[in-house]
């Protein structure tokens, strides 16, 4: 199976010390956000989950204890021989190690000013940090996210160009991909960004134009979901951003996914199906967020964490019922040696 952690939230950056106990422990759960007396016990553990998907604004918190347990895998890969040579991680003996999983790393990072992500580090900061984590997994599990993109007097085109230009200048040799998507107004974004305005055609036709022109001198193919599939006349990716065919390449590996387990959008053919996180947790405050309902929600939330509950917010209730998630690996055994 694949295993999100940030379709609902940013756990890298304000809940590190919780995944790393729930890595410890094993397993984690998860409150359904449309009926909140039902959890979802997942397992943590590489021969369930195929991939290991993490979404970020921030991944600076996680950096060192990352680098910490790289090392102390590969010193196990080298005092056990045999299993260092296993293209499977669930064939090593995996403890609570996170270099046991394949993981995939998707991090946003945007020109935004603090009037639209008050609480976003600098952007310089998180380039840096992209590298560091980069050279950690590897750049065939980073993906760059440049969205949403939207205009105003602030941010126009011409800011968009040139500014996309310099940070994938700053990134290359990090990642080979890079996901763009126009903003999309959800009633929460109508209702906390509400001078924001989706983009006219043309616009958009300009932007990805020379994004994608910007994007293949800098080594990165460019992605955009849930996109008008007119964008494939620039050589953009349409299908998706978390997509099967997209982690068989990053790990050639070939996954044998289940018919539905993909998005219920039709338009993507991104695996989003199962996710660690809550809803109203994530404490960068942007303007055009879909995942917070307001910020005095989100407070409130982040006071009732506790890094040693099996949850991300309070602690599972007696009245609770929690069930095991169906978990099962889709890995074939099937090395795809790069093709």
């Known amino acids: 199976m694949i295993l999100n952690t940030g379709n609902r939230t940013d756990i890298p950056a304000f809940y590190s010390r919780w995944f790393w106990n729930r890595l410890k422990d094993g397993f984690a759960m ?11 016990k997942f ?24 680098a ?27 403890g609570q190690n996170l ?13 935004y000013g603090r009037d639209i992500e008050p609480y976003v580090p600098p952007k310089e900061d998180v380039m840096q940090s992209f590298r560091q984590l980069a050279a950690l997994v590897g750049p065939q599990c980073t993906a760059w996210r440049y969205d949403p993109v939207f205009l105003s007097e602030t941010y126009d085109i011409d800011f968009h160009l040139r500014t996309f230009e310099e940070m994938a200048a700053t990134l290359e040799g990090a990642t080979h991909q890079c996901i763009i998507s126009f903003i999309d107004l959800y009633e929460k ?59 068989e390449s990053a790990f050639d590996i070939t996954l044998d996914v289940p018919k539905g387990q993909q998005t219920s959008r ?49 602690w599972p209730q007696p009245e609770d019922i929690i069930t095991d998630a169906r978990q099962e690996s889709y890995y074939s055994g099937q090395i795809t040696m790069g093709i």
């Not at 499977?88 to 003996?93: E, G, L, R, S």
């Not at 958009?204 to 022109?213: G, M, Q």
């Not at 338009?267 to 995942?291: E, F, M, P, Q, V």
């Open 30 to 40: 998860a409150r359904n956000p449309m009926a909140t007396g039902r959890i979802t």
């Open 43 to 66: 397992r943590l553990d590489p021969e369930v989950v195929d991939v290991l998907s993490f979404c970020t604004k921030n991944p600076a918190p996680m950096l060192a204890e990352m």
């Open 68 to 94: 910490r347990q790289k090392a102390a895998w590969e010193h196990s890969q080298q005092v056990d021989s045999s299993k260092a040579q296993t293209c499977d991680p669930a064939a090593n003996d995996a």
């Open 99 to 111: 270099f046991a999983f394949r993981q995939m790393w998707h991090v946003t990072i945007t020109p």
């Open 189 to 247: 974004t109508k209702r906390n960004f509400p001078e924001a305005r989706r983009l006219a055609a043309e616009e958009e036709a300009i932007l990805a134009e020379e994004i994608a022109k910007s994007g293949e001198r800098h080594g990165m193919k460019i992605y955009a979901c849930c996109e008008d599939k007119a964008l494939t006349r620039y050589g953009i990716d349409v299908d998706g951003c978390m997509t099967k065919e997209g982690l």
């Open 266 to 314: 039709p338009i993507c053919k991104c695996l989003l199906g199962s996710d660690i996180g809550a809803y109203n947790t994530c404490g960068h405050g942007c303007r055009y967020c879909y995942a917070n309902y307001d910020r005095r929600t989100v407070e409130i939330n982040m006071a009732a964490h506790d890094p040693d509950s099996p949850l991300l917010v309070g």
